[in-house]
C-alpha cells in the first residue's frame, strides 16, 4: 500500500502536511492526518483487509448518522478496501451533562428504527465476519445470526467448557421467553463499548466503529454496561426517561451480552469462554439483574 499520507491525499483530493500515530485498537492502525486546508482527519488502515471491512462500517456510520437528533457520529470522508477516513474528533471529558445528552440521544438513534432485523450485507465485528441476513424475528435473528456462529467457534477453539456450551444451548431453547416483550427493530450501533464512544471537547458523546444492523436496542445499553462505561446510570436514566424500557430490562442485560463474550472467546480465549458460561447460567436460575 501507499503511504498513509498518499494514500488519504489520493482519496480526499487534499494534501496531507503531517501524520501522527493514534493510540488505542489492536485490529487496525490509527493516525492523525494535519491536511493542507488547515483541517485534521482521521484514517484507520489494515494490511490485505478482508474486501467490506471498511466500507461496510462506512456504510452503517453513514445510516447511523441518517437518524433524526440521534448520537453525533463522525464525517465520513472516504473508504476503500483498504481504509477509512474520518473527519477528526477532539477528545474531551466524559461529564454527567454528556452522558445525560448521549442517553437520550441514543435512544433517539434507535427509535429510528431499521426495516429489518439484520442488515442488507454482512460485516464485522472485529476482525470476524458478522453475519446480517434477515430474520422475522430477534430472537431467531439473535440464535442464528449472534450466537450460534461465534458459539461454535469458541468451541473448536477450545474455549468453551462443555458445560457451558449446553448452559447457553439452554439459553436458546427458552430464548422467546427470556427476550422480554417483542419490540420492533431499532437502529443500533450493534459494537457499543465504551471504547467506542467518544466523549469531545465540545461536550457531545460521538460513536465509532460501528457494526451498526437493525437490531434490539438492548443490545447496545447492555455492551455499554459490559466493560464500564462513564456515568453509566446518567446514561440509562436519560435514555429510559426519553424512551421507557420494558420491565425487566436488567434481567436481559447477560442475554445481550452472550453474543460479545463469545466473540472475545473466539478472538482472545482467557476468562471470555467462561464468562459467557456465567451469564447464561445467571439467566437459567434467575439471578441476572438481582445485584442491580
Known amino acids: 500500500m501507499a503511504t498513509i499520507a498518499s494514500r488519504a491525499e489520493s482519496l480526499l483530493g487534499t494534501g496531507v502536511v503531517a501524520t501522527t500515530p493514534v493510540a488505542g485498537g489492536d485490529v487496525c492502525t490509527a493516525t492523525r492526518l494535519r491536511l493542507s486546508n488547515g483541517r485534521s482527519a482521521f484514517i484507520k488502515t489494515r494490511p490485505q483487509a478482508e474486501t467490506g471491512f471498511f466500507t461496510s462500517e462506512a456504510d ?8 433524526t437528533d440521534g448520537v453525533r457520529v463522525p464525517d465520513v470522508l472516504a473508504s476503500a478496501d483498504d481504509c477509512l477516513i474520518l473527519g477528526w474528533v477532539e477528545s474531551g471529558r466524559a461529564t454527567a451533562d454528556a452522558a445525560e445528552e448521549f442517553g437520550r440521544a441514543l ?6 428504527g431499521a426495516e429489518r432485523f439484520g442488515a442488507a450485507d454482512d460485516g464485522f465485528i472485529g476482525t470476524l465476519r458478522l453475519p446480517n441476513k434477515a430474520a422475522p424475528s430477534w430472537p431467531e435473528f439473535w440464535a442464528t445470526r449472534r450466537i450460534l456462529p461465534y458459539l461454535k467457534a469458541a468451541r473448536d477453539r ?5 458445560a457451558d456450551v449446553d448452559r447457553i444451548e439452554a439459553v436458546l431453547a427458552r430464548l422467546t421467553e427470556l427476550a422480554g416483550p ?3 427493530p431499532a437502529r443500533i450501533h450493534g459494537d457499543l463499548w465504551s471504547g467506542n464512544v467518544m466523549w469531545g471537547s465540545d461536550g457531545n458523546a460521538w460513536i465509532v466503529d460501528a457494526a451498526a444492523h437493525g437490531g434490539h436496542r438492548e443490545t447496545d445499553l447492555a455492551m455499554l454496561a459490559l466493560f464500564g462505561t462513564p456515568n453509566l446510570a446518567r446514561i440509562l436514566q436519560a435514555y429510559d426517561e426519553e424512551a421507557p424500557l420494558a420491565d425487566g430490562f436488567q434481567a436481559r442485560v447477560p ?5 460479545p ?7 482472545f480465549g482467557g476468562s471470555y469462554g467462561p464468562r459467557a458460561g456465567q451469564a447464561a447460567r445467571s439467566l437459567l436460575d434467575g439471578t441476572a439483574g438481582t445485584s442491580n
Not at 60 to 67: E, F, T, V
Open 107 to 112: 435512544a433517539r438513534m434507535h427509535r429510528c
Open 60 to 67: 452503517g456510520l453513514r445510516w447511523l448518522a441518517a437518524a
Open 255 to 259: 442475554l445481550h451480552q452472550l453474543h
Open 158 to 162: 477450545g474455549a468453551l467448557l462443555e
Open 182 to 184: 417483542d419490540e420492533p
Open 261 to 267: 463474550l463469545l466473540v472475545h472467546a473466539v478472538l
